[in-house]
């Protein structure tokens, strides 16, 4: 299983004065230098410091993490052959790693790369969902109260070892300013603010059913439970992601709303139908889908197959809602956009984007598959609908990729 020693992880207690001495004893500047981790690259492995209440160390001391064919299934046989869980499985920088105790109550840490070429979400829970509870997490923080998120929930689903460098106000402003993609932070603030105002005004006309399509980690039927009378809720992910998530809701001790039903399924493969119909809904009540975070990391024909499930299964008048990548003259180069293709391929290889339609061309896709637009806002029009300080001035740019879309079905 273990194939050499990659990196060990010293716990220090000064940062600067760490990095001093070690670039010093290398006699090299560190090969990564932030102020959430420094890492030397030394022959074939790695040395890295953080600080002692930081993402790896806290107060086990130093330790080393076994290079590994894959840390997903080594972080699994470990457990199987009585180890204990110590941390979750993360994935940065191409790179995914993550602990357990041994049964002598030695910390023992995997690392592999990445394989661009594995499925993640069948393997384990969505690195992106993650993610975007992060970035939700980061968002809830935000010093500026006009644009301040309101999920209060997104940390009952970040990793405790996240969870200190978010909480630090250095580390978060260099992890937003400097290894986030332009436009992504921001983005998600204005998105998380839109879904909301979408899934309060359905519950407050109560809706007969809500149906979460690629659920993640969204935290709304709990935010939102005092706004849930008599609305069906249903999430739907792929097992592993809904195992973790239940997982987690549990341990936080979240109560679980009337008329919730939790249904697993992928999206590419299998008869969404029957499973969701056996979860308990109802074809002809009128329902408000939310498809959030979801369509780009779909094949088209797996996404115009859901398009299709909701023509076929939705009365006149259910509504869908979503996020896409659009297209345009010059997208490529537009803002944020090379940044943000270029980070999920070293955040998250096995979740690319695929799926796009071309921003002027989205009323007329959408009626060809029988669903009427009615509302349809590019990142601009977030911008001043969500990102307006009280000083009149913007907080910042979306980036360009993302546009967002409310559409009826009409026939």
Known sequence: ??????????????????????????????????PVRVVFNVGTSFLVLAQRDGASC???G????????????????????????????????????????????????????????ER???KKPSDTARGVAVLRFLASREERE??????????????????AIISDSTRKDWFVSQYLPPGLY????????????????????RIPQIVFLGAGYDSRPYRFADLIDGTRIFELDAPLTQEHKKSLVKQAGLAIPKGHAFVSTDFTIGDLKDVLFSGGFH?????????????????????????????????FGSTVCFDYQSTFPGFE?????????????????????????????????????????????????????????????LAGKMSAAICYARARVIS
């Open 283 to 315: 074809n002809e009540q009128k329902t408000l889908y939310i498809w959030e975070g979801v369509t780009y990391y779909l094949p088209a024909e797996a996404s115009d197959a859901m398009f299709r499930f909701i023509k076929e299964n939705s009365p």
């Open 120 to 122: 993640t979400v069948g």
């Open 62 to 117: 130093p330790i080393g993490y076994w290079t590994v064919d894959d840390a997903v299934s080594s972080h699994g046989r470990l457990c199987e052959l009585g180890a204990t869980p110590h941390t979750d499985l993360i994935t940065l920088r191409g790179m995914r790693f993550g602990t357990v105790k041994d049964p002598f109550d030695n910390v023992v840490g995997v690392l592999s790369a990445v394989n661009t070429s």
């Open 333 to 393: 180069e537009a803002y944020g956009v090379r940044e943000h293709f270029e980070f999920m391929e070293t955040y998250s290889p096995g979740e690319r984007f695929q799926f796009s339609i071309e921003r002027d061309q989205l009323e007329t896709f959408l009626s060809a598959r029988g669903f009427q637009l009615t509302e349809h806002l590019d990142p601009e029009q977030m911008q001043e609908k969500y990102l307006r300080l009280k000083d009149g001035s």
């Open 1 to 34: 299983m273990f194939k050499n020693l990659g990196r060990i992880v010293y716990s220090v207690s000064d940062m600067e004065k760490a990095k001093k001495w070690y670039s010093q004893i290398l006699n090299k500047a560190p090969d990564f230098d932030s």
């Open 186 to 205: 921001l983005g998600h603030i204005a998105r998380t603010a839109w879904f909301d105002g979408v899934v309060k005004e359905a519950l407050k006309e």
């Open 146 to 163: 006009e644009i301040r998120c309101p999920d209060y929930l997104a940390e009952v689903f970040v990793p405790e070892e996240l969870n």
């Open 58 to 60: 806290q107060s086990d």
